[in-house]
């Protein structure tokens, strides 16, 4: 019997500590008009017997963000995008962006962000950034970021001959300056309890700031993966299973081999945050015949994909279930008692883009 989610907890959750971003100078930004979503009616004949939370898995595929239901496994609405660099990232389980679902794309005008009603699609807000470009991370996700805390959006966007960390309002997504210096590698962007962290994976590079001030921790190996607990711990990943971790109000990494002496081997983007409760992990088995559930010493969930039906764009976790896109099928699979399904068939080139609890 695999073990329940809370005893994962106690291996990487650290204290909360609150705190807010720096902000700078306001960026030139400008409103557009409003669109609608592609909707498809919900028919609720299939809504597991009333087992499971609800849940909505944001897919981008060429067509826009289509958000599938857990429940029925039915398409809600499809989110219409420029189908250029296309990032998604959704609220949290509680506080004020709960129930929203942001999505950041390119167009001719510059980069657009939106945030849209989970619950029906609608288009509540819209900014774009004159003369900026979004930073494609090739994954659907990783370049935008939500920090239910502080009310705070954030974005790595190509601007001033550099990568920028640009902060919005959560609800007016107005521009409320730059978070870091221009830089010339980061990759991806994570927030939660206060803290925003940009990640160089090549360079094994974190820049971190929260109410202590600001860090820049180094790692002895390129990132595979990372990922933020909404308090703020994070985690970063080597293919071979080497971790480092950043502890909340801490400078300095952490690290941990446990996953390197079982001989792992990460998938890329393979490190999963389940809100505020701990860390999964994605791996490699060459013995797997299907994608499985493993628990290892000390607690920690991995979940293992055959060599030849590997993900694309990582994974995601909202218990009970991790989510996941391969050969251009939506997929869940149970994190505690490890069925899967397919959900969706969404077509070649689908990216995971977010998970959200309705």
């Known amino acids: 019997m695999i073990a329940r989610v809370a ?13 807010t971003a720096g902000r700078g100078s306001p960026i ?28 909505t898995f944001f897919v981008v595929t060429k067509d826009g963000v289509k958000a599938i239901a857990l429940l029925n496994h039915a ?21 004020g962006a709960a129930g929203r679902v942001y999505v950041l794309d390119q167009t001719s005008g510059g980069a657009r962000l939106r945030w849209f009603d989970i619950d029906n699609g609608t288009e509540r807000a819209s900014q774009t950034i004159a003369g900026a470009a979004v930073v494609s991370t090739g994954i659907g996700h990783g370049g935008l970021a939500l920090d239910d805390t502080t009310g705070i959006v954030y974005a790595l966007l190509h601007e001033q001959g550099g990568i920028v960390t640009e902060s919005f309002d959560w609800f007016t997504l107005k521009p409320a300056g730059a978070v870091f210096p221009a830089m010339t590698c980061p990759s ?27 860090s820049k921790p180094g790692a002895p190996f390129a990132f595979v993966g990372v990922a933020m607990l909404g308090d703020g711990t994070l985690v970063a990943a080597a293919e071979d ?20 002496d079982r001989g792992v081997k990460l998938i890329p983007d393979g490190v999963a ?37 590997q993900p694309v764009g990582g994974l995601f976790v909202q218990a ?26 969404v077509g070649d080139g689908a990216l995971p883009g977010a998970v959200s609890n309705r």
């Open 7 to 19: 005893a994962f907890a106690l291996a990487f959750v650290v204290a909360l500590a609150c705190g």
């Open 28 to 55: 030139a930004s400008r409103s557009v008009a409003v669109t609608s979503p592609s909707t498809t009616p919900i028919i609720d004949v299939a809504d597991m017997m009333g087992g499971f939370p609800a849940a």
């Open 75 to 95: 398409t809600r609405y499809t989110i219409p995008t420029s189908g250029r660099d296309v990032q998604v990232v959704s609220g949290g389980l509680s506080g």
């Open 188 to 214: 991806r962007v994570m927030a939660g309890g206060g803290r925003v962290a940009v990640a160089c994976l090549t360079e094994g590079l974190v820049l971190a700031r929260d109410s202590g001030g600001t």
């Open 241 to 260: 299973g080497r971790l480092a971790r950043l502890a909340r109000a801490k400078t300095a990494f952490e690290y941990d081999n446990s996953l390197k």
């Open 273 to 309: 945050a389940n809100s505020s409760c701990c860390f999964y992990y994605g791996i490699v088995d060459p013995q797997a015949n299907d994608v499985q559930i493993r628990v290892v010493a000390g607690g920690v969930t991995l979940v293992a994909f055959p060599t030849i039906s």
């Open 320 to 345: 009970p279930f991790a989510y996941f896109v391969i050969g251009g099928r939506a997929r869940h699979i149970d994190i505690q008692q490890g069925f899967g399904e397919i959900m969706a068939d």
